[in-house]
């Protein structure tokens, strides 16, 4: 399978995307190697025919069903215990609109 | 009883303890003195808990003295991976987000190591969020592999398989994406098994790849294996891919060790180019040992195995880009650059820049062009075609054989940092365990044997279908024991990297 090249503005372009503040340096390392893999993997594309269906599980269970019973939650305090930081009993989060 | 407590298998010690010559915290404070004295060297753990242990050894002791009913491994103690929750002590997966991070619960696995009365002495060093081969990715810097301490213990369960292989703990969790528990345990020379797929509950094992992560044992005899197999495994609500099936009787199967009038498939495409010479070397002899115990030896094609890599490397990456978008800096875990001006989306672009490792933003990097769309067609819907491919090709081998056999690893152990900056060469070392991961049955590595060339442990992997764990068992009992009576010990005698010469 014909693959153009990973380029470093699509490097730069996935990071955005997966929320990752890459560096120059790295997205320079990173174009290269996932060009590298990219390309190795696509082998997938020599086999896989049309008509194949794809697994996404492979030792599928359907209907998974519970008791519809009340577990008590572990709670406000234990949740917010490890929080990066909390106020007023809630998650303190920076902002989250632009100021512009 | 006779010898170093440290040297006694997990069903000696309890058969020690049942018997009462001795008790559960001096074999735990055994076990502490041990790490004490090698760690420092191995660097097998992350967190040792040393005061909560002892009170768990206490709390079995009284149980027992007390007549109280007791599991088959109560008062041994583990090492656990630290992939998995608990309440009491930090959870890092290895990585620098999650470091200090102490856990609102235990995982389920963790829970069933309390109830079967197993004595958790710490955490386990790891690969980050378990990706990786050989501990390198760790934040917090390498385990080192008992035989030969300047190289790998492998990985990502390489913490577990140095702490076994290093006697500091007789048992010890992992978890298998592509490999993570039998590549670690071959190169070390121990037993490492991926149950079958939804056999051990994943609820509290933080996530890397949902559909292939799978929970499962490390120890140094077969036997220690399927009694931890059986401790830890079973239906869990809690897990919706848990299967609610009995688990297979690995412990029986484990005592029984017979291979007459079993077939055992070799496959082709698992071996030859790519292989090291000592590697095929002990593992075509190991082949002719079960022919010799009365097994029928059956060579069979798996033509889409080759392809098998390829797709994990599409599919593991696309679920964990998935997975680990919950490490936002807002709940849990490291926060970095929260000045007051950056935005939340800014801030949890610095925090995951910061926190994560080189090879766990190239996974996830990897993940989201392979989802992406455009792209989503060409790679990670041709892998999963793939993925049905590579079932397929196993339900056809395993109507002509029994249980299919490979090396566990292509190599030996590599050295420490050899790999570091290669990660396709790094990503090979999975090459012969991720077929069983992408079709989700059962797996086993076993020692058998050490390379001519240089004198470290090859591991044979037995793979048996889903849900017929107890087949791998048998198999691997049956090669043990006709092992250890050519060579008239156990293999990891013969490991001088930490004690100097062997016993």
């Not at chain 2, 191995?42 to 007791?70: I, N, S, T, Y």
């Not at chain 2, 990660?423 to 020692?447: E, Q």
């Not at chain 2, 591991?459 to 092992?483: H, K, N, S, T, W």
């Amino acid at each position: 399978m014909a693959c153009m090249p990973i380029t470093r503005e699509e490097v730069a372009h996935l990071a955005r995307l997966a929320r990752l503040s890459l560096t120059e340096e790295e997205l320079d390392r990173y174009a290269g190697q996932l060009d590298v893999i990219i390309s190795s993997v696509a082998r997938v594309g020599e086999v896989a025919a049309d008509g194949i269906p794809p697994t996404s599980q492979a030792v599928p269970v359907t209907n998974v069903f519970r008791d519809d019973v009340i577990v008590p939650p572990i709670g406000a305090a234990a949740a917010l215990d490890q929080a990066p930081a909390a106020e007023a009993g809630q998650f303190r989060v920076p902002r989250i609109l632009a100021e512009d | 009883m006779d010898g170093e407590l440290t040297r006694q298998t997990a069903a000696g010690l309890a058969a020690a303890m049942a018997a009462g010559e001795v008790s559960a915290v001096e074999v735990t404070q055994a076990h502490l003195d041990r790490i004490t004295a090698v760690d420092g060297r191995v660097k097998a753990f992350l967190h040792v808990a040393a005061e909560r242990a002892l009170a768990a050894a206490r709390a079995v002791d009284d149980q027992r003295a007390a007549g109280a009913p007791l599991g088959p491994l109560a008062g041994v103690p583990i090492a656990h991976k630290d992939v998995f929750t608990t309440a009491d002590m930090p959870t890092t997966c290895g990585s620098k987000i999650l470091e200090g991070w102490q856990p609102p619960y235990d995982a389920t696995v963790t829970r069933r190591l309390r109830e079967a009365g197993l004595v958790i002495l710490g955490k386990t060093n790891m690969d980050e969020f378990a990706m990786g081969s050989s501990t390198e990715n760790s934040a917090y810097g390498p385990s080192h592999n008992p035989w030969d301490l300047d190289r790998v213990p492998g990985g990502s369960s390489g913490g577990s398989s140095a702490a076994v292989t290093a006697f500091e703990a007789p048992l010890a969790t992992g978890t298998d994406t592509g490999g993570s528990i039998r590549q670690p345990g071959a190169v070390c020379g121990i037993v490492g098994v991926k149950p079958t797929y939804g056999g051990s509950s994943r609820y509290g094992l933080v996530a890397f790849a949902s559909s292939l992560d799978t929970p499962g044992p490390l120890a140094r005899t077969v036997l220690d294996a399927a009694l931890l197999h059986e401790a830890m495994s079973g239906h869990d609500p809690c897990d919706s891919t848990s299967l609610d099936a009995a688990v297979p009787p690995v412990v029986a199967a484990a005592r029984q060790a017979d291979v007459s009038g079993l077939r055992v498939g070799v496959v082709t495409e698992l071996g030859g180019e790519g292989y090291q010479p000592g590697v095929m070397q002990r593992f075509t002899e190991t082949v002719e040992l079960l022919e010799s115990l009365g097994a029928k030896i059956v060579e069979l094609s798996c033509p889409h195995f080759a392809y098998a890599l390829p797709a994990y490397y599409l599919i593991a990456p696309s679920e964990a880009s998935s997975n680990l978008a919950r490490f936002d800096a807002m709940r849990y875990g490291l926060r970095a650059g929260d000045d007051g001006v950056r935005s939340a989306e800014e801030v949890m672009s610095v925090t995951r820049a910061a926190g994560f490792g080189a090879e766990v933003k190239r996974r996830i990097m990897l993940g989201t062009y392979a989802l992406s769309s455009g792209y989503y067609d060409a790679y990670y819907g041709k892998a999963q075609q793939v993925r049905t491919l590579v079932i397929r090709d196993f339900e056809a081998a395993f109507e002509q054989a029994d249980v299919l056999v490979s090396p566990s690893t292509p190599t030996t152990a590599f050295r420490i940092g050899e790999r570091a900056d290669d990660p396709m060469a790094m990503y090979l070392a999975d090459l012969a365990t991720i077929p069983s991961d992408l079709a989700g049955n059962a797996a086993l590595s076993v020692p058998c044997g050490l390379a001519p060339e240089d004198g470290l442990p090859v591991g044979f992997q037995i793979m048996a279908p889903v849900l017929a764990d107890d087949r791998m068992y048998r198999v691997g009992a049956a090669v043990e024991a006709a092992l250890q009576r050519r060579w008239g010990h156990p293999l990891i005698d013969e490991a001088r990297g930490l004690d100097g010469a062997g016993r």
